[in-house]
């Protein structure tokens, strides 16, 4: 059976005609992401067991004629920075190497309770810092297009999967573009949805303030799918939001003429040339679809990557003080306990983790809290400002999401700041908590894939789904796969 | 210069941090052009700005806090599962009161 290019439409399909039953389709996906994993590490590993247990729950309520669920049998892949009960749960990092959570985030539980099959736990940079998954203790992972480039980060494991046809859709998540900017490097559908849509309960965190847990999906519908049967208030995550959750996906009418879009002049300074193109291209299709498409200035932009980089390793290094040897399977041995914690922590992070604690203790320390951690949720609130006033005008904001598309594994792993100015258009969603999204656009002459980016405002995902999806409809996608 | 590699001695001590010589270089280099970049901010004036700690939105004061209702807990012998040393249902760590 061939799995590779399957999307949720077909796979729903697929059950309802019995060419295949959805234990099948989990052996298929199961055989075929194991042997194809070699070729890009995007799965730190899977879980057989956890698959075929579910697949057999779908096949039991189809036989007894029951509704298994709008995922019942997709074969998803889940970012090892989201727990799952009894799987192993790294966050790419030595020191959880070992760690088998005793609980399921309640984003799995929902999607399992609506019949998707979880093949495995994905590569990602370690506790989802970085943004080439270069930074995992468990090797880089390879973008399935151009194997000797990086795929993006954080959530590299899981573009690379949804990109390779190893998963038909993924979990990832998103602080500063973690699953934008690898659904462009890969050329596949990731979006970060409103901060509170979807609970954190069970997301390792990395900054609570910015986290987020989004989809990847091969198309724009697979993708709403899985944020609608996600999202919605949940009682073990006091920040998940109240505000009741539409259905995307009946509201994708392909209709967006008079669509007012914002095209941010911040956004398009310092573009790689042929990525500008693609854009440009894109936002000409958009216009013949009916968009209205105009000018607007987000002034703070220029700010956006200090202030994240403060709010972030601040958050970061309080948020990783909890990994000191006494709960979490590793401990190093030394006699004391203070001794215990640090060479826990020293031998158990990775460079980049053990920049961001520094960075994180530094801007919150005595003396220094009001210069930069104070100073830069001031600058937040500028940041999120902009957008408020760019929505009074415009219905979504279009922009690129990378300056540049995939670039060479090693290239810039030496150069801690040009790797954190790499996540400029993307960083700004976050500290504004607005929903924004990547969709394919086009390939580079070279052939690595361009994303596009959709901003649109807090719980307006409906806008923001409506015009990628017409854009997808429109031929936007192609030669993006 | 700003931080040397003494600051970050004591920065990584106040962090429980071990880091190596070669990591202390490495890491004072890279936090003072880091640091350096993050100056941009003080062109910006935010005398008058609210701070942002998080994305809110309206809702009513209390409706965060769920039902007083007991749930079931994890369990002691679940919760410490994970730990490197546990023992008679606690978490072990090396002694710190000298009897």
């Known amino acids: 059976m061939i799995t590779e290019s399957l999307t949720i439409d077909q796979v729903q399909a697929g059950l309802a005609t019995r060419k295949f039953s959805a234990v099948e389709l989990a ?23 956890r698959a075929l247990a579910a697949a057999e729950r779908v ?17 998803l892949a889940v970012k090892d920075v989201i727990v799952t ?48 998954n270069e930074n995992s203790a468990f090797g ?46 890969c050329g596949v559908v990731g979006v970060t949805p409103t901060y509170g849509r979807v609970s954190r309960y069970g997301l390792v965190a990395f900054a609570s303030s910015l986290d987020h847990i989004g989809p990847f999906g091969k198309t724009v519908r697979d993708a709403a799918l899985l944020l609608e049967t996600m999202a919605g208030r949940d009682e073990c995550d006091s920040t998940s939001a109240f505000a009741p959750v539409p259905s995307y996906t009946a509201q994708l009418d392909g209709k967006v003429a008079g669509l007012k879009i914002g095209l941010p002049r911040e ?24 968009c209205e498409a105009r000018e607007i200035s987000l002034p703070a932009t220029k700010y956006a990557v200090p202030c994240y980089y403060i709010i972030a390793t601040a958050e970061a290094s309080s948020n990783l003080a909890r990994y000191d040897g006494v709960r979490y399977t590793t401990r190093a041995n030394e006699d004391t306990l203070s001794g215990m914690y640090r060479a826990t922590r020293g031998e158990g992070f990775g460079a980049e983790c053990k920049r961001r604690i520094m960075l994180g203790t530094y801007v919150l320390s005595h003396g220094y809290y009001d210069a930069y951690y104070l100073k830069a949720q001031k600058v937040r609130a500028l940041i999120a400002e902009d957008f408020r006033k760019a929505f009074t005008k415009v219905d979504a904001i279009v922009a690129p999401v990378s300056p540049f598309p995939a670039f060479k594994i090693g290239e810039k792993v030496d150069d801690p700041l040009q790797m954190y100015l790499s996540d400029i258009y993307t960083i700004t969603g976050d500290l504004a908590g607005i929903p924004c999204m990547s969709v394919p656009c086009g390939k580079t002459s070279e052939g690595l894939p361009v994303g596009m980016q959709i901003l649109a405002k807090h719980f307006d995902e409906t806008t923001m789904f409506r ?13 993006s796969n | 210069m700003k931080i040397t590699e003494s600051q970050v001695r004591d920065v990584a001590d106040l962090a429980n941090l071990n880091l190596t010589d070669s990591e202390i270089v490495r890491l004072a280099k890279d936090m003072d052009e880091i640091l350096t970049h993050m100056d941009a901010l003080d062109e910006l004036d935010t005398s008058t700005v609210e701070p942002m700690a998080q994305v809110l939105y309206q809702s009513d004061e209390t409706a965060t806090l769920r039902a007083d209702e007991i749930v079931p807990p994890l369990g002691n012998e679940t919760a410490l599962a994970n730990a ?5 249902g606690y978490y072990k760590v090396p002694k710190v009161i000298e009897r």
């Open chain 1, 85 to 132: 009960k009894g799987v192993r749960t790294t966050c790419g990092s030595r020191l959880l190497e070992r760690y088998v959570p005793p609980y399921d985030a309640t984003a799995v539980v929902r999607l399992e309770q609506a019949g998707a099959v979880i093949l495995g736990k994905t590569n990602c940079d370690e506790f989802a810092m970085g943004s080439s």
């Open chain 1, 140 to 185: 880089p992972v390879r973008n399935p297009v151009a194997p000797d480039r990086v795929p993006g980060g954080s959530s590299g494991g899981s573009a690379a999967a949804v990109a390779q046809g190893t998963a038909v859709a993924a979990l990832g998540s998103d602080t500063g573009g973690s699953v934008r900017q690898p659904a462009s490097f």
């Open chain 1, 59 to 75: 096949d039991k309520k189809l036989a007894a004629g029951e509704n298994a669920g709008p995922l019942a049998g997709v074969p």
């Open chain 1, 467 to 479: 015009l990628a999806d017409a854009f997808e409809k429109a031929g936007g996608f192609a030669g």
């Open chain 1, 267 to 290: 956004y398009f300074e310092g573009l790689a040339s042929e990525s500008g193109d693609r854009i440009h291209q894109a936002i000409a299709l958009l216009k013949k679809l009916g």
């Open chain 1, 27 to 49: 052996q298929s996906a199961l055989s075929f992401a194991q042997a194809e994993n070699p070729k890009t590490n995007a799965y730190l590993h899977f879980c057989p067991e």
């Open chain 2, 84 to 88: 490197p040393l546990a023992g008679a």
